[in-house]
């Protein structure tokens, strides 16, 4: 039973860039949520998929933006990056919200913005 | 819009010792978990609260939820060198947006 995969592992841009990344769940959960986590602090929410829309999302700009497949894998996508945006990314599944949000999470993407 | 604040944020104690960790929500939750990330891996699910003044037990862990679903704390009997890592609440709230808050995690080195 395969748990959440991330890809790629690690990754380097430099500012003004944009970069993909990209999530399966775990087998069963069909909602994936998205994490940035700065190096000592706890992970900060950007947004939540189920049913392939995006149904919350945090306090983050519009260069943040997603998308989930019909198979429930998920992308995340940043525009324009900045210096600030290096971050541990982390990918969540978990079942339909409201039922059960325990988090399920992958071993995430390291974004360094040179 | 909410936060969840933990206490202490950093903590060093002798293997043997006991440890917590303290965690308030500035909005009332539906429910709190915990979790732990070990240094460089991902946070792990541990536990589940719903219930106002709920406590459950894993071997040497103790979780409290408050009375009023709005703190919680995270209490380690006799720590071992496998406890090391960084412990974080997260809570969803009873209104509004349902995602998880986590907290800024309190981070606990055990020395042996």
């Known amino acids: 039973d395969a748990g959440v995969t991330q890809s790629p592992t690690h990754l380097i841009k430099t500012r003004g860039q944009q970069v993909t990344l990209r999530c399966s769940p775990k087998?069963?959960?069909?909602?994936v949520s998205w994490y940035q986590q700065a190096l000592g602090q706890g992970p900060q929410f950007i947004f939540q998929?189920?049913?392939?829309?995006?149904?919350q999302r945090g306090n983050f700009p519009d260069r943040f933006s997603g998308h989930q497949f019909p198979n429930y894998s998920s992308e995340l996508n940043v525009n324009a990056l900045l210096l600030g945006d290096s971050a541990l990314y982390l990918c969540?599944?978990?079942?339909?919200?409201?039922?059960?949000?325990?988090?399920?999470f992958g071993s995430g993407t390291q974004l360094s913005v040179l | 819009g909410q936060q969840v604040m933990q206490i202490p944020q950093y903590q060093h104690v002798q293997e043997g010792e006991d440890f917590t960790t303290y965690c308030n929500s500035s909005?009332?939750?539906?429910?709190i978990q915990w979790y732990k990330q070990r240094p460089g891996g991902h946070p792990v699910f541990l536990i589940q609260?719903?219930?106002?003044?709920e406590v459950k037990k894993q071997k040497r862990l103790t979780f409290q939820f408050g009375e009023a679903k709005k703190n919680s704390s995270l209490h380690i009997t006799a720590t071992q060198t496998t406890d090391v890592g960084t412990y974080f609440c997260?809570?969803?709230?009873?209104?509004?947006?349902?995602?998880?808050?986590f907290g800024s995690g309190t981070r606990l080195q055990v020395q042996p």
């Open positions: 969540a599944s978990s079942l339909v919200p409201g039922r059960d949000e325990k988090l399920f």
């Open positions: 087998s069963g959960h069909d909602t």
């Open positions: 998929y189920y049913e392939e829309e995006e149904r």
């Open positions: 909005t009332t939750l539906s429910n």
């Open positions: 609260l719903v219930k106002s003044g």
């Open positions: 997260a809570g969803v709230r009873t209104t509004g947006r349902r995602a998880l808050t």
